[in-house]
């Protein structure tokens, strides 16, 4: 996950419009930073695993996320707390404006409503992870 540094714009309505990061179309699972915070996101009645290496992991998608708002977002993980997607970034850099941001967004859900091919995914990843195509 690439660190959220900027945030001059408003971008809470690209995030509310989108809610890719939480909903496992483009993660699987979130590394959380110790126990303590793993903790807490069981109190909070999330599904936690222990990883391999990687030590807790969040459960992807999100159970905290209804619709495509989150329903602990004062209390959410610092990782989410710090990530931006590639369309978030473009936008709070200028190389996107917000109406292009919104196409994007709403071509990556109906994409991926419509179908789970190799290509849309592909396509997500490269517009929201900034992967290679």
């Keep these: 996950m690439k660190p959220n540094t900027t945030s001059k714009k408003d971008d809470s309505a690209l995030c509310l419009a989108c809610g890719l990061c939480c909903d496992g179309s483009l993660f699987a699972d979130v590394e959380l930073s110790n126990r ?47 990530f931006a997607c590639k369309v978030l970034l473009d936008y709070q850099g200028g190389s996107l404006t917000k109406e292009e941001a919104m196409q994007i967004i709403r071509m990556a859900r109906k994409m991926l409503s419509d179908e789970q091919s190799e290509g849309a995914k592909k396509w997500v990843a490269r517009h929201f992870l900034g992967e290679p195509p």
């Excluded at 009645?45 to 708002?69: I, S, Y």
Aim: hydrophobic share 30%; aromatic share 4%.
């Design 36 to 82: 303590v915070e793993a903790d807490n996101m069981e109190c909070l009645g999330l599904e936690v695993e222990e990883g391999d290496l990687t030590g807790h992991l969040l459960l992807q998608p999100c159970r905290a996320l209804k619709g495509r708002c989150c329903q602990i977002y004062d209390y959410r993980p610092g990782v989410c707390r710090q």
